[in-house]
């Protein structure tokens, strides 16, 4: 008798705990700003053009080998609008490949990558999740507004913006972004010659 | 015996009734691979007198991808990636032992900091994936509350992997010569409390399980092998300690700062199924108090140490090893300079495990073979690589 009430016991207060579960398509659990989902180009607003200058070191360092790139001339460069004297023409990462693990995210010296917040975009078709650059910088731009994003690492592709970051970055010592890491001579100049090499 | 029957004056012949012999045969059961108990794909086949295991042979490979071969033709960093996908529940003790063996080979030395953070979320995973074991392990044996329960508790450390690494199992995390970047600023805070919510729950499985008398029968005295036996069959981790033997990587060679830290070593006795749950409770336990120590030590700090980002280690070989949860997990790797390794080997602890199952199971009965299996808490993805 006394053990089957202490039981309801255990079953009322089962039922009045909080609940640890969510109905997931329902509802959303709240992700982190460092949530890795997949990655997206981001745009550089003041120039009015992507980041990424197409110069393939994350097409180099990715394991799957889940993206390509292609770099183009930037006509804002001889306008004088732009620092780029390159810039992505084209650009095609396979999501059903990548396996976010954000290794393009690392190697670029430009901030073009970014990790978004984007993680459901299952498709019906097998190669729909082949997305191009105008998909890539709708997610990044996207992602750019949700967590309020701003370049982290010196733009190498101007020597002198790049002194003046480097000078912040001396004076911000306390930062944790390494400065060896962004002064790495080796993987900020890519030779087309290079990445042939590379791929063969 | 003819002699003794009485003659007769039929003139017939006599006709011998056999004595009674039992016409059985042993029988083939084939167990897996898409076996609910077998924690992957893992074929087991079993020759059973009735429902005695007669005999035992595994089969596995189900899951082979090549990831040793694969090593060879990926730059140190990407390797990260692939054995993030061996053993899947541990994620990042597998990276520290990728990291720390190209870091001896480089001779380098990651931050402090970055030394702490690493071994905090060791120490989580190995939370992670214990309680992992409890849930799967009690389901083996028909009880699902404890699944659920330690379902809820691996849900919270995941959720602070995602706010450390941003993913919450694959994280590719650890850097050769550091961490990728910096914890965020509640992190001690919210691991202090996890820690609290941990041991609580650690606590409720105990309570649960150790002491129930159905548990008991099930796991008392099943599957016994001896310090002795489990030392000449190369098991490691708490497969080994279960059976009395001391040996823990963390101790016996320490690697990180695991010297600065203060832990027991749970040792177990019979070396029975019992024992090795039990020692991953203890051992549970052990790790809640390492992540606080380890808090207490941390300070600030730079978290990667300033090495070239593509690591390029001379030419050379290593070997590295660092206690998984499943055991003795090392690495060895073989160099020539440059960005990929010549040739890489693993040294599974889930696979060396596995070796001791048909001495385990013979004798006993089908359904302890699972129960068995489950204290060997073997994860596929590591045992075929
Ligand atoms: S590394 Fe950066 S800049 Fe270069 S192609 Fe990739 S995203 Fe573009
Ligand atoms: S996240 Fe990894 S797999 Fe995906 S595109 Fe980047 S480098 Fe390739």
Redesign the interface.
Known sequence: MLSGFRGLGVTLRGALRSK?TSEYPKEHLP??N???GFPALTWDVPRDEPYCTGCMVCVR?C?TQCMSAKMQDNEKFSEGVSHRKKIIESFEINLGRC?????CV??CNFDAIE?SLEHERSERLRNANRVDLPTLLDMGRVYQVEVDWKQSKPNAASPNERAIAKAAAEEAK?A?E????TS?P??SVTTPEETGEDAA | MTENVAPTNLGSTIIQVPSPEPGTVDMMVNMGPQHPATHGVFRMELRVDGEQIQDLVPHIGYLHRGSEKLCEH??Y??II??FDRLDYVSNFNNELVIVSAVEKLMDVAPPPRAELIRIIMCEFNRIASHLLFYGTFAIDMGAITPLLYNF?DR?KIQALF??????RM?H?YFRVGGV???V?DEFESRSLALCDELEHGIDETDRLLTENEIFLERTSGIGVISGEDALDWGLSGPVLRASGVPYDVRVDEPYSRYDELDFGIPVGSAGDCWDRFYVRILEARESVSIIRQAIALME?G???S?????ARPPAGEVYAHCENPRGDLGVYIVSEGGERPYRLKVRPPSFCNLQALRDLTVGHYIADAVVILGTLDIVLGEVDR
């Open positions: 640890v992700l982190d460092r949530f890795m360092y394991p396996i976010l693990c954000g290794i690392d190697v990790m306390t944790e390494s400065v060896a890491e790495d080796d993987d | 990926e730059s960093s990407q990636t692939l809820r849900e995602e706010s450390v690494s941003g993913a694959m590719n990728k970047e910096d965020a600030p730079d978290t990667m300033k090495i070239r980002r593509i």
